[in-house]
């Protein structure tokens, strides 16, 4: 699996917001726009806390595990692997939330005289910083949990080097 890119990242975020403003706008034309819940944001900050602590807690054990202090656990290959899923997809969402409720608090802003528009656009304001803190809880897990390249010593006949990822 690879790195996630931020500018992949961007890229989904702003084509989600465009998409958003098009379809709150159409629907806002019927009278159908819809109530953004106030559970939104704090949904999204417990799933950036849980990403948040899953990152942390992986790097206090793999630094226990590089410094050797006695009675480090080791870490479970396949837990490693589902917190890695977990962040590429955290990350992912997180993206596209961010976007889609930008998009329907730049919809909101044109017109905050209507009523009930100006608590609507705070709370799509909240949720899309809360998305953007899941994202980079998501990023912070997956870069814990980045693999070193392996040494040429210890690659098969067949197998090339894989080249380093670089970090930020």
Known sequence: ???????????????????????????????????????????????????????????????QLRERVPGARPVNPLMAARAAVLAKASSLVGAVVAGWYGGYALHLLTDLQAAGRREQAVICAISAASALLLVAAALFLERVLRLPPTPPEELEEDQEPEPPIPHP
């Open 1 to 63: 699996m690879r790195p996630t890119r931020l500018s992949v990242l961007l890229g989904l975020a702003l084509a989600v917001l465009v998409v958003s403003v098009g379809i709150t706008r159409a629907l806002d034309a019927y009278g159908l726009l819809p109530i953004v819940p106030r559970s939104a944001p704090v949904t999204l900050l417990f799933l950036a806390t849980v990403v948040l602590g899953a990152g942390v807690s992986f790097r206090s054990r793999l630094r």
